[in-house]
Each structure stands twice: as structure tokens, then as C-alpha cells.
């Protein structure tokens, strides 16, 4: 994952379903920051890392543009019924993807025998068209190529798997999953591409672009529970205050002495408390500061230990990617992935956490206008997210897609933005408990089961 500013779509909170059905695949990928996504990929945590290329083409919407790229991708074949299994399509979204890992995606293929297939995003990780991601560059960045992508290459692999087992025009049943923005291209997956695949598995899928996003701050203040927000709050305003009249001080207090410009540092600072509720540790930032304030000691002092040990020492994120001058670096490397994202939320899904106008627990200024002058400054003149026309091209949370299962988490503060109720023919609820969590689940399998044996018997994979 991007070292985070999270303004990426939540992974699911701990309490939720996902959380505990696809763990390892959920926190896999997404939200975690890149240190720790380093030490991970150094364990067993993936069933495969070897690393696989496919000629991708640049532009699947120029009739002229012939320039192709190398695309990584990774296959997990041991569990793979081998003349008609299934195959699983794991959708890897707005980062480096260094394999398939292992998670609950993994028994569920042990379960179908099927094969693990995984496409990295283009332009994340080692999958760039470019050498350098200027703004011009970055023009064939976009969820709909990344979608022709996927298709492409679903294409390409079954075609290459017959020929491997001397056969010609035979179809195995594909199935796509993916979490947050990935989970969002796994339900458009289905959606633009419903020959291509029997069904989605779309986790805390953002599928409905936001522009104010002030939803994600609501949620952050219901996570944190009346006492523990009101705490908040009065940081949120002394450290506005301070900003007015001992600014350096101030953001030396916090080890974010390099955030030159306010809202940055307000972004890390808001950022720095959402953490906790979006993977389900929210004592480890309301115990102390409830603590504090009842001891009548330096709120501001509380936070930015909390800030400093918690979310930079033991979260592992790091100041710079809060840094628009580090998301002004256009070149391909670790660390890219920040200036990616921030591209996408500039032109195509905004997602702007926003203070909203009342009883917000951010602070204010990090309103539209911060937003739209990082899109400006970091991309240039021009850049600002068409979020009306996004949701036109796939219908928001009106999406019309059949065979897709949607789950989210309850303390998730992107659920607002991801489908509350699961498409027709499902009915996969978020849920606390490890009995209905395993209920759901069982959902999940059938469901699956259910549309993989209709695919079969549709005849359409026969083609
Ligand atoms: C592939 O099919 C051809 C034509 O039917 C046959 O001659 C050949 O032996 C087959 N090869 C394999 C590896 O099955
Ligand atoms: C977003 O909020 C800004 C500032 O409150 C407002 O001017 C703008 O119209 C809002 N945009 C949308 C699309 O809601
Ligand atoms: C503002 O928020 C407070 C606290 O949640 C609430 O009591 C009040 O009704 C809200 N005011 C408006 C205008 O929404
Ligand atoms: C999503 O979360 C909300 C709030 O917790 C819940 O009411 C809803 O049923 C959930 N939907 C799904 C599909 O999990």
C-alpha cells in the first residue's frame, strides 16, 4: 500500500467481517503502509512471489496507440483442479503488488481447487509504462484502463492455459475478488466485463464516487465514541490555535517539521487518529488521551507522544507522505505509489475528507479548497476529479451489476461510500460476531459455489 494519508478507501476495521474472512488479503494490500508491507512480504506470507510479465497495451481506447508495457502478474496453481477448476482473479489495486499472499483467498481456492491469478495495477509497483511519472505521463492511468487491463488479460491467460493443455476454446470459470479501491474494480469487473466472469467479491468496495467526502470524518467521530471525540475536538481546535501563533514549534512537537504547508500537516494530524478506528485498535489512541485530560495535563503534548510512538513508531508511516513535495517527485520508485493515488483522486474518484461544517473532529481548514490546490500543485493547472461523470460510467451506488457480493465493516469510515446492501442474488452482512461472522461466510462459499456451477452450465463459457 501507498505509505498511507488515508485517504485511500478503508481496508475493514477489525470487527468486521472481511477482516476476519480475507484477513491477510484485506491488510495485504491497501491500507498498510509500505514499511510494513516490507517486512511482511520478508515472511511466509505469500504463496507465491515469483514474478510473471504480460504485454499489456498502453491505451485500450486509442485506435491508433499500438505501445505496449510489461505487466507483472503472479499465478498460484498448487490447489488448481487441473482440467476445470475454477479460476480465482485477484485484483491488485493501488500499490505494489510483491505476490499473492496468504490469506483467506487461499483457503477458499484450496476449497474450489482453484488457480490464484494476480495482475498488479498498472503504473503501481514494477508495472509502469514510464520511467517518469509526470502529469503527461500519467494520462493512461485510470480505473476504466486498469478494468480493459484485466479483461485483456483474463483473455490472454485462458488462451495461453489451452494452449498449454492442447485445447482450443475452452472456458474455466473466472472469479474476481478485491478489498477497497480493488474491491470497487472487482464489482466494475463484473459490471463491464459480465462474460468475463461468473461473479465479484467486492470488500468495502468504494464503488460510489465522493466529492466532499464529509462522511469519513462523521464516521471517525462515531468510532471514537462521545467522550474520546470531545478529547479530539479540543486538540483539533488548540492546535489550530497554535498554528496561529507557534507554528514551527508546534509541527517540531510532532516530528512533522518538513510539513511546510498547514493543511499537510492538519491532513497527517487528522489522518493520525483515523488509524486506529480503521484497524480496530481505538484504545490505543482514546486511553491515553481520555487519561490525559482527566489528569488536566497538555492535550496537544498527549497527542503527539500518541502521534510520534503510535502512528509513526509502531504504524510505521511516515511523515513525507504527507509531503506535496513528495508528491510532486515524478520519479518511479518506492514511494511512488503516494503520487499515484493522489493522481486518481484528482481526476476520478476525489474522495476529499473534508471537515464537514458542523461538530467536525478535523480541523477545518482541511476543506475543498486544500484539496483542489493539492490537485493543482502537485499535478498542475487542469487537474480536479470528474466524480459526476465516474459515477455516470458506472452507476455509483446504483451500479447495476448482478453476481457481485458486497460486504463492508461497521466502523469502517468508508462504508458510506461503498454499497450498503449486497446485489441481487446475495446477501452477505457485516457483522461483530465470530458466529455470524462464520454465518457469513458460509454465505460467501455458497454464493460462489452457486455461481460458478451456473456459469458452467450457462454454456456462454463455451464460446
Ligand atoms: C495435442 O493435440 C494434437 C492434435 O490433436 C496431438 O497430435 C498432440 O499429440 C497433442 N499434444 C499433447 C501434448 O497432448
Ligand atoms: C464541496 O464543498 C464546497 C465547499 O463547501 C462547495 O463549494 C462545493 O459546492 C461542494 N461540492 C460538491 C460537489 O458538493
Ligand atoms: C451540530 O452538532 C451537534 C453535536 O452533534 C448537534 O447537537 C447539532 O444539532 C448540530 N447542528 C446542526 C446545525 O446540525
Ligand atoms: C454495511 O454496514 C452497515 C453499517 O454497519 C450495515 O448496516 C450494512 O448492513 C452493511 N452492509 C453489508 C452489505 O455488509
Redesign the pocket.
Known sequence: MGTMRLLKPLVVSVSSLFFVALSGFAHGFVMTPRSLINRLSQSSYYLTTKELWFDQTLDHYSPYDHRQFKQRYYEFLDYFQVTDGPIFLKICGESSCNGISNDYLGVLAKKFGAAVVSLEHRYYGKSSPFKSHTTENLKYLSSKQALFDLAVFRQWYQESLNLKRNRTGAENSWFVFGVSYSGALSAWFRLKFPHLTCGSLASSAVVHAVYNYTDYDKQV?ESAGPECKAVLQEITELVDRSLETNKKELKEQFGAAELEIDGDFLYFLADAAVVVFQYGHPDALCTPLVEAKKAGVDLVAAYAKYVKEYFVGTFCVSVETYNQKHLKNTAVKEGSSDRLWWFQVCTEVAYFQVAP???TVRSSKIDTKYHLDLCKNVFGEGIYPEVDVTNIYYGGTNIAGSKIIFTNGSQDPWRHASKQTSSPGSNAQSCNIPDAVNKVRQKMIEHINLWLSECKGSGWHSM
Request: proline content about 0%.
Open positions: 467521530g461544517s458542523n461538530d
